[in-house]
C-alpha cells in the first residue's frame, strides 16, 4: 500500500512539473510564436506588485507595480525612468544623440563641438572643422565647414556656411551671414541682414540691420538699438546711439553718435 502511494505521488509530482516547464514557456535561449504567443507574459500579474530585476545576487532595477516606472539604479522611480548614475550616448554622427518627441535636442559630434536644439549644427562637417557651439532652434544649421563659431538663439548664425571666429548673440542674431570671419553681432536681429564681411560689431536690438538684405561691409561698429545705416556695404563706420545713421545709404569711416541720424560728426 506505501509503495503504491509513494508511486502515485511520484506520477502526480512529475505531471506538475511537466505542467510547469512544457510549451508554451519563456526560455532564456530564445523562443518561437508557438512558445510565446500574445498571451503570454513576463512580469507580475497582481496589482502593485513590481518586477524586480537582479544581476549577481544585487537588484539592479524595478518595475514599480503601481506605477509603472522604471528605474535603474534608483529602486524608488518617480518618473517614466528614473536613471541614478552616468548615462552615456556614443554621438560618433548625427544619428546619436538625446532627443525629446524625437527630434534630437543635444549632441557633442566631432572635436570639442556642441549643439543645443532642434536642428542645431545638423549639416556640420565634422573633421577637421571643430570647436563650434551652437544653442537654440536651426542656430548655425547651414554650417557646413565653419569652425570656432558661438551662436545662441533661434536661428542665431543659421545661413553660416564655412564663417570662422563669429559670435551671435540673440533671436535671429546674423541669421543672413553666410559667409565671414571674426563678426560679433549681439541684440534680437543684430546683423540680421548682413550676408558677408569681416570684424564687423553689432551690439543691440536690430542694430545694422538694414532695409534691404545684403550687407557686405566690413570694419563696421554699431552700439545702439536700430543703430546703422540704410545700405551696409561701406566699410569702417562707428555709430552709437539709437537709430544712428538710419538715413544715410552707404558711408565709409564715418563717425554718428547719439540720435544724429543725418549728419555725421
Not at 11 to 18: D, K, M, N, R, W
Not at 36 to 54: D, E, F, H, Q, W
Not at 92 to 113: A, K, M, Y
Not at 227 to 233: A, H, I, K, T
Request: aromatic share 12%; charged share 10%; with cysteine.
Amino acid at each position: 500500500m506505501k509503495n503504491n502511494l509513494l508511486f502515485l505521488f511520484l506520477c502526480f509530482f512529475s505531471l506538475t512539473a511537466y505542467a510547469q516547464n512544457s510549451n508554451p514557456r519563456w526560455s532564456i535561449a530564445g523562443n518561437t510564436a508557438a512558445e510565446a504567443p500574445a498571451t503570454k507574459r513576463l512580469g507580475t500579474m497582481s496589482a502593485g506588485v513590481p518586477l524586480n530585476i537582479y544581476s549577481g545576487g544585487t537588484q539592479r532595477a524595478i518595475f514599480n507595480g503601481a506605477t509603472g516606472f522604471f528605474g535603474v539604479g534608483f529602486l524608488t522611480p518617480a518618473y517614466r525612468l528614473d536613471v541614478q548614475d552616468n548615462i552615456n550616448v556614443n554621438t560618433t554622427g548625427f544619428v546619436n544623440g538625446f532627443r525629446i518627441n524625437g527630434f534630437t535636442v543635444l549632441q557633442t559630434p566631432g572635436v570639442e563641438n556642441t549643439f543645443v536644439g532642434r536642428g542645431a549644427g545638423v549639416n556640420t562637417v565634422l573633421t577637421p572643422f571643430a570647436q563650434n557651439t551652437f544653442v537654440g532652434f536651426q542656430a548655425g544649421g547651414s554650417n557646413i565647414n565653419g569652425d570656432r563659431n558661438t551662436f545662441i538663439g533661434r536661428a542665431a548664425g543659421y545661413a553660416n556656411v564655412n564663417g570662422r571666429f563669429n559670435t551671435f548673440i540673440g533671436c535671429d542674431a546674423g541669421l543672413n551671414l553666410v559667409t565671414g570671419n571674426e563678426n560679433t553681432f549681439v541684440g534680437e536681429h543684430a546683423g540680421y541682414r548682413q550676408v558677408s564681411g569681416d570684424n564687423n560689431v553689432f551690439v543691440g536690438g536690430h542694430s545694422g540691420q538694414s532695409p534691404a538684405l545684403g550687407g557686405t561691409g566690413s570694419d563696421n561698429t554699431f552700439l545702439g538699438t536700430y543703430c546703422g545705416p540704410n545700405d551696409l556695404s561701406g566699410d569702417g563706420n562707428t555709430f552709437s546711439g539709437y537709430r544712428a545713421g538710419n538715413n544715410c545709404n552707404r558711408v565709409t569711416e564715418i563717425v554718428f553718435m547719439e540720435n544724429s541720424q543725418d549728419f555725421p560728426l
